[in-house]
């Protein structure tokens, strides 16, 4: 398998001398292509610092995170905007919709950023309504659909523009665990037929039981890696 | 188009806040042109006044004679004149004039007084002098059976001399060729009132001026008005080509001392209009600048997502913008209809303004595209600037930062 995330003794503290925080402290791990990777640990942990140091939305204190050989902690602010756009997508605990915009254009808006042709958006926006089980309400503005619903569209948006990683916080974290478990459905499931790389934080052990890989975080370092 | 819907939509998240917004640009806007049409209206009328009560909208003189008048510096090449005149279709009409200091007699009392020299029948097309006719007759060129030619007085000589209609006025003055002129004229009509700016001219007709200065065909000016006055300067230009050997000045360099104050009261109240706009303008950034902060967690997502920097503040700026023209289109509703009845209508005086014996009894406005377009142009260019330190603020919004924040 291709190796895709690489981090190498990446260190993230927050403040100085006495308040100061570690919240990662030497995190060296590779993800490959195609994983379908939870990090679990509890609250504090560091799972969602990591996450944002992938994603390239934090910069390191120290150490490197090379996404498909990129070290995207030494990228510029522009640059590092467009390979976010271009290879990451994100769903965050809080859906974080626009909310001015319905579930159609949440998912083509992120489209619109790369350039994509009107029509190829119209196009994808169907295909991504019709594999989260959202076709028919495309239409309807964050406000009108259910929790449920409203991540469904994440996940949408956070495939349309086609990313080599989907970098998920917590996304079952809002839903009721049947809701939650259907959404994780349909991200495996889009693991398994696309080849799509996942990368997810959660505590819930329900749905740390459908992933292919833990890495346990305790304390800003990994304390466990397993693969099943 | 999505950027747009996402715009526009923006804007309606906040409709009550975006509503009174969007009424202070609205109102600024209206008052702004309607303040700009009467500002322009007061000083156009100003202009009409001088221009169409004497000076005209352009002028041609031989050499320095604006500022340096002499009898001797005559036009001698009428008929080149004409022809450039009657060939320009933007002239509407056109006089020939010559002037002259003269002293004034009737029995024993004496007064200086100016003497000006008017084609009875082209003047009229040029100036008031016909409606300025206060007593009497308006003179024609021709002399009496007793070969006197008529003259046309000021109202303030006619009272200093007591002299009245029908009454014989004696000139002296000296002629261009140094001889001493001087010839005895009748009275048929009395000009103006005591206030009136030529309240001690006396008007004669063109051919009996110049035969009594001495003058021969000569002129010293010819004036005339343009079907549109805005484009006095650009006919100048045109004409000053056509006749190299004279000097055609528009109006602002004839009255340029009245023009320099015009320019500098339009710029203090262009200033004073500013700072008006610049106020509203305030309030528009402080609802930019809370709109920002309340969408910082979505900006964040945005970025998130790929959005540039650049992005927010193209996304603001678009906001502002969208909202800055529907304030306006709905400005120009309103502006429209007041602005054109202050034109047509305009405010009636409390006393009518006599100028010259013509009397103004409405101040009005100004209806042109420069009295709409010059606010917008201005509240356009603010509500551009005023976009930029919230756009700038969102732009600067770290996405982790932005992410963890309500």
């Not at chain 2, 050997?245 to 320019?263: G, H, I």
């Not at chain 2, 209009?273 to 509203?280: D, E, H, K, N, Y």
Request: charge should be neutral; hydrophobic fraction near 45%.
């Amino acid at each position: 398998m291709t190796k895709l995330i690489e981090t190498k003794d990446l260190c993230r503290s927050f403040g100085s001398d006495e308040t100061l925080v570690v919240a990662l402290d030497h995190v060296s791990v590779t993800i490959e292509e195609g994983e379908f990777t939870a990090i679990i640990g509890p609250s504090g942990s560091g799972k969602t610092t990591l996450l944002h140091l992938i994603g390239g939305l934090d910069e390191p204190s120290s150490g490197s995170v090379t996404l498909s050989g990129i070290n995207i902690a030494k990228m510029p602010g522009r640059q590092v905007s467009d390979f976010r756009r271009d290879h990451i997508g994100f769903i965050f605990q809080a859906y974080n919709l626009i909310p001015v915009l319905s579930a159609e254009e949440n998912i083509e808006y992120v489209m619109l950023l790369q350039g994509v042709s009107a029509r190829e958006r119209r196009r994808r926006v169907k295909e991504m309504l019709k594999i989260t089980g959202l076709e028919g309400l495309g239409k309807r503005r964050p406000a009108q659909l259910s929790g449920g619903q409203q991540q469904r569209v994440a996940v949408a948006r956070a495939m349309a523009s086609s990313p080599d990683t989907i970098l998920a916080d917590e996304p079952t974290a809002n839903l009721d665990s049947k809701t939650g478990i259907s959404l994780l459905e349909v991200m495996r499931d889009l693991n398994q037929t696309r080849g799509m790389t996942f990368v997810f934080s959660t505590h819930d052990e329900k749905i740390m039981e459908r992933a292919t890989r833990l890495i346990h975080l305790h304390d800003g370092a990994i304390d466990k890696d397993e693969r099943k | 188009m999505l950027i747009f819907k996402l715009a526009f939509r923006n804007i309606l998240r906040q409709k009550r806040r975006s509503l009174l917004t969007g009424l202070s640009m609205t109102g600024g806007y209206v008052l702004f042109v309607i303040s700009i049409s009467m500002l322009e209206g007061s000083w156009g009328n100003a202009v009409d006044i001088f221009t169409l009560d004497h000076t005209g909208h352009i002028q041609i003189h031989k050499g320095n004679y604006v500022k340096r008048p002499k009898i001797y510096e005559t036009i001698v090449d009428r008929e080149e004149v004409e022809e450039a005149l009657a060939g320009e279709a933007r002239i509407t009409g056109y006089a020939p004039r010559v002037y002259s200091p003269t002293l004034a007699y009737s029995g024993d009392k004496t007064s200086p007084a100016f003497l000006i020299g008017v084609d009875p029948v082209l003047e009229t097309s040029v100036s008031r002098l016909l409606l300025k006719v206060s007593d009497g007759t308006y003179f024609d060129a021709a002399p009496n059976e007793d070969g006197y030619s008529q003259a046309m007085i000021g109202a303030g000589l006619a009272s200093k001399l007591k002299l009245g209609l029908g009454d014989e006025i004696v000139l002296i003055a000296q002629g261009a060729d140094g001889s001493i002129a001087n010839d005895i004229f009748i009275i048929s009509a009395i000009i103006g009132n005591k206030t009136s700016f030529d309240r001690f001219a006396v008007y004669l007709p063109l051919s009996a001026a110049q035969v009594f200065l001495s003058l021969g065909a000569t002129v010293h000016e010819y004036a005339m008005l343009v079907s549109n006055r805005n484009h006095n300067e650009a006919i100048a230009s045109d004409l000053q080509v056509l006749l190299p050997n004279l000097t055609v000045s528009p109006w602002q360099k004839v009255e340029e001392s009245f023009y320099r104050t015009m320019q500098s009261d339009r710029q203090g109240n262009h200033f004073s209009m500013g700072i008006i706009v610049f106020l509203v303008f305030i309030g528009v950034l402080n609802t930019v600048l809370m709109s920002v902060l309340e969408r910082t967690r979505e900006f964040g997502v945005l970025r998130s997502i790929g959005c540039h920097p650049l992005g927010l503040v193209k996304l603001i700026f678009l906001e502002t913008q969208m909202l800055t023209w529907l304030s306006l289109a709905v400005g120009g509703l309103i502006a429209l209809p007041l602005v054109f009845w202050f034109a047509q209508y305009g405010i009636l005086l409390p006393q009518p303004i006599d100028v010259g014996g013509v009397n103004f009894q409405h101040m009005k406005g100004e209806f042109s595209s420069l009295v709409f377009f010059m606010p917008m142009t201005f509240i356009v260019g603010a509500a551009a600037l005023i976009s930029l330190p919230p756009g700038i603020r969102a732009a600067r919004i770290l996405p982790r930062d932005a992410l963890s924040s309500h």
